[in-house]
Each structure stands twice: as structure tokens, then as C-alpha cells.
């Protein structure tokens, strides 16, 4: 049974940093590649970062030089640490398993104040 489970977030002002978690458990972690997603009120859920099985990351460009996404196999564990961030940034955040089928964490909330 492949579980995810995301912590870290929670209210910050603008300007401010967080960091979130995913731990994996019911797989082998350092096979697949894993994301993260986000999701605003009234908006589809977007791509935010994603890191291969060998380090390899990618970003979406709103977020490109504040977020880095990290991963530490031996935790089976990835991160999202989050800068500079801005009220655009609340949303609903997800960790995902890049494997077939894929499994999603069940989500943690992001809100930025202005």
C-alpha cells in the first residue's frame, strides 16, 4: 500500500519561507521521479517542481528562484522549500509518485498574507 504523506504548511506573511515534506512509504522510493502540484481555489491543479530518480529538477517559471525541490532517498522523503513567497503561492499543495498508476498525498494548505 503506497502512501504519501505531506507536511509543512501553513500561514506565512508575504516575503516568508516554508518548508514542505512528503514521506513515502509502500514503495521503492528512489526508482520514480516525484512532484509537486498545487492547487488555488477556482483553479486547476498546476505543476509546480519535479525532481527524477536521479536528481534531475524542473520548475514551473512562477516559481523558478524561490522554490527548490530536493529529495533524500534514504528518508524516502521529498521537499519543496519555498522563498520569497508571494499571495499567488496559497493553494492546496500535493506530493505525487511519478509512476504508473501514479498516487497523490492527501494535500497541505498554503496561505500567504499580504
Known amino acids: 500500500q503506497v502512501q504519501l504523506v505531506e507536511s509543512g504548511g501553513g500561514l506565512v506573511q508575504a516575503g516568508g519561507s516554508l518548508r514542505l515534506s512528503c514521506a513515502a512509504s509502500?514503495?521503492?522510493?528512489?526508482?520514480?521521479?516525484m512532484a509537486w502540484y498545487r492547487q488555488a481555489p477556482g483553479k486547476q491543479r498546476e505543476l509546480v517542481a519535479v525532481?527524477?530518480?536521479?536528481?534531475?529538477?524542473n520548475y514551473a517559471d512562477s516559481v523558478k528562484g524561490r522554490f527548490t525541490i530536493a529529495r533524500d532517498n534514504t528518508k524516502r522523503t521529498v521537499y519543496l522549500q519555498m522563498n520569497s513567497l508571494k499571495p499567488e503561492d496559497t493553494a492546496v499543495y500535493y506530493c505525487?509518485?511519478?509512476?504508473?498508476?501514479?498516487?497523490w498525498g492527501q494535500g497541505t494548505q498554503v496561505t500567504v498574507s499580504s
Open positions: 505525487k509518485l511519478e509512476r504508473t498508476p501514479p498516487y
Open positions: 509502500g514503495t521503492i522510493f528512489s526508482l520514480y521521479a
Open positions: 525532481i527524477t530518480s536521479i536528481g534531475s529538477t
